[in-house]
Structure formats: structure tokens, C-alpha cells
């Protein structure tokens, strides 16, 4: 168990719908990562929270957005799904984006399945 | 940006053979290349990781190298036991994001 937690565990919705999904750091940890694992594309990057504020953005779409509230728990938000967002999505957290604290912890994920 | 490239995609061995898998990277300025395994349906977890500053590091039966000039790292997995069967990936942290390999699938036979 690395410390972080993820719900929901699994998500079927359909096509056009939006979803919002959880994520808790390990307890001291104030940096949040989001990625998405699907079998062609493998890990990627998706957006990154720091202590509150967004630090760094790779491969998200417009229709996904991101947040990290005051007690660092992270929602990702994904709107107007289609077939191909059906992926894992897997959160990370490490103590900070630093030298020697940049071990990233990966949750559990959330398996989304957009029908 | 950063792109990592991973290969092999699959890698069969026998049991107690040894296992290498390298990576290469594009940006210079990657400073921490760490490694993860993931078992089929479960998180990826970091099994070693290794710094700029550092050319080679080890934990019991595994192994990393960093050539800096080269852009490349690898893992190496000494004496394969069947519960090394996974998914690797590895990593290059460009800023403060991690850009991941595209996995390379082990098989370690019995």
C-alpha cells in the first residue's frame, strides 16, 4: 500500500457524460500527478498540482481539468467522455517536485469505461 | 519535450538468467530516471531509481546504469525468479513530470 488513495475504484458511464474523480496524497506529500494508462499509449502525463496551485500540464485535453483543494486531496474532472477516454487513470504524489523528494507514489487508479 | 524510448517491448527469460531493459532519453536536462514495475490490474511501483549524479546503482538483484552522454539508462535483473513476470517501465523526469517509456513486458519462466 503506498498511501494513496483513489475512488472510485471502477466507473461505467456513457458516451457525452462527465465524471469527477478522487485522489488523496499520502500524508505529507504536497505535490498531486494525474496520468492515463491506456494499452497504446501507455503512462501519460496528464497534469501535476503543487501545494494548491497547478505546477505543470502535459498530454490533457480541454475537456479534462484538474484541482487541488487546502487539504491537497485532488479531483480530476472529465466532461463530454468519449469511447476513446476509457482508460486506467492513475494519480501519483511525492513530497515535492525536488531534488531527493521527487519520488512519486502511485495510487491504486480508477478503471473508466465509457460506453 | 522530454521522449523516452524503451526497449525491448517483451523480454523472455529463463528462470535465473539475467534481464536487461534500456531507455534512452531526449533532454539533457533530465536529472532523475527512476524505475517501476507493474503487475497486471495493480499501481505501478518504483523499484529503483537513480540521479544525474550517480552512474550506477544496485538493490540486491537489481541494477540501474545512467551514461549521461549517451542519454541512456538501464535496468538490469540478475537471477529471474518467476515473480519478476511484470510490466517495467521507466521514467525520465523532465521539470517536474515524469515522461514514462512505453513498458517492457518480462516473462520469466520456470
Known amino acids: 500500500d503506498s498511501g494513496v488513495t483513489q475512488t472510485p475504484k471502477h466507473l461505467i458511464t456513457a458516451t457525452g457524460q462527465r465524471v469527477t474523480l478522487r485522489c488523496s496524497p499520502r500524508s505529507g506529500d504536497l505535490s498531486v500527478y494525474w496520468y492515463q494508462q491506456s494499452l497504446d499509449q501507455g503512462l501519460q502525463f496528464l497534469i501535476q498540482y503543487y501545494n494548491g496551485e497547478e505546477r505543470a500540464k502535459g498530454n490533457i485535453l480541454e475537456r479534462f481539468s484538474a484541482q487541488q483543494f487546502p487539504d491537497l486531496h485532488s479531483e480530476l474532472n472529465l466532461s463530454s467522455l468519449e469511447l476513446g477516454d476509457s482508460a486506467l487513470y492513475f494519480c501519483?504524489?511525492?513530497?515535492?517536485?525536488?531534488?531527493?523528494?521527487?519520488?512519486?507514489?502511485f495510487g491504486p487508479g480508477t478503471r473508466l469505461l465509457v460506453l | 519535450g522530454e521522449n523516452v524510448e524503451q526497449h525491448p517491448s517483451t523480454l523472455s527469460v529463463q528462470e535465473g538468467d539475467s534481464a536487461v531493459i534500456k531507455c534512452t532519453y531526449s533532454?539533457?536536462?533530465?536529472?532523475?530516471f527512476p524505475w517501476y514495475k507493474q503487475e497486471l490490474g495493480k499501481r505501478p511501483q518504483l523499484i529503483i531509481d537513480i540521479r544525474s549524479n550517480v552512474g550506477e546503482k544496485k538493490d540486491q538483484r537489481i541494477a540501474v546504469t545512467l551514461n549521461k552522454t549517451a542519454k541512456h539508462f538501464s535496468l538490469h535483473i540478475t537471477e529471474t525468479q518467476p515473480e519478476d513476470s511484470a510490466v517495467y517501465f521507466c521514467?525520465?523526469?523532465?521539470?517536474?513530470?515524469?515522461?514514462f517509456g512505453k513498458g517492457t513486458t518480462l516473462s520469466v519462466s520456470s
Open positions: 533532454d539533457s536536462a533530465s536529472n532523475y
Open positions: 501519483a504524489s511525492s513530497v515535492a517536485p525536488g531534488e531527493g523528494q521527487e519520488t512519486q507514489y
Open positions: 521514467a525520465a523526469r523532465a521539470g517536474t513530470a515524469l515522461i
